[in-house]
């Protein structure tokens, strides 16, 4: 239990819906005890999506319900709509999942940085997030808004490829170069 443990394989349903139809229902309780002894509990009936990573980052990080972080995303996403619960607790969290679901150090660094841009999108004031939602067009198209995210996302990526792995260090360096 070194980063935590899953409670099992999360059991859903995809729910058929207009527009980005990427919701899924979660059927049965699903949770992650992390490192500190807290349950992130993600209840039987929830509705997750994976819109923790901005979507103008997936080609960069990766998009929902791929690769060994589809679990860390899951309780991500619930504990993010949890009232009480702080994004950067979830955002903390999500790291200590993605790498007990199986990612890299290199990768849960990543992942890790990807949800944090989306909180820095959505608290810094910058732009609407209605900007950089899920919409209909060609895959060439970007907004300003998106635009700004995959150069932030870059810059920081940068500067994270040699950082060392321990999450203290991580972390400091990504809030660092958000603030800026």
Same mark, same amino acid.
């Given at each position: ?5 899953? $409670?099992?394989?999360?059991?859903? /349903?995809? %729910?058929?819906? &207009? ?6 229902? %979660?059927? #049965?309780?699903?949770? !992650? ?12 009936? $929830?509705? &997750? ?5 901005? /979507?103008?980052?997936? +080609? $960069? ?6 690769g060994d972080y589809r679990r860390a995303s ?11 619960? +702080?994004? /950067? ?7 200590? @999942? ?6 890299? @150090?290199?990768?849960?660094? &990543? ?19 209605? #900007? ?6 060609? @895959?060439? /198209?970007?907004?300003?808004?998106? %635009? &700004?995210?995959?150069?932030? !996302? ?5 500067? %994270? ?9 991580v972390k400091a360096v990504i809030d660092q170069?958000?603030?800026?």
């Amino acid at each position: 239990m070194a980063n935590g443990t899953f $409670s099992a394989n999360p059991k859903t /349903e995809w %729910l058929t819906e &207009v527009g980005a139809d990427r919701n899924m229902r %979660l059927l #049965e309780d699903f949770w !992650y005890d992390d490192p500190n002894g807290r349950r992130w509990a993600a209840p039987k009936g $929830s509705v &997750v999506n994976g819109a923790s990573i901005p /979507e103008a980052l997936w +080609s $960069s990080v990766g998009s929902p319900y791929t690769g060994d972080y589809r679990r860390a995303s899951i309780v991500h996403d619930v504990a993010c709509d949890t009232p009480g619960v +702080s994004r /950067e607790d979830a955002d903390d969290m999500f790291y200590w @999942a993605c790498l007990t679901g199986g990612c890299s @150090a290199a990768q849960a660094k &990543v992942f890790y940085l990807g949800v944090r841009i989306g909180s820095w999108a959505s608290g810094s004031g910058l732009f609407a997030l209605a #900007e950089i939602a899920p919409k209909p067009r060609l @895959a060439i /198209e970007h907004s300003r808004a998106e %635009l &700004v995210l995959q150069a932030k !996302y870059t810059l920081v990526a940068d500067v %994270l490829a040699s950082t060392p792995d321990d999450f203290a260090t991580v972390k400091a360096v990504i809030d660092q170069e958000l603030d800026h």
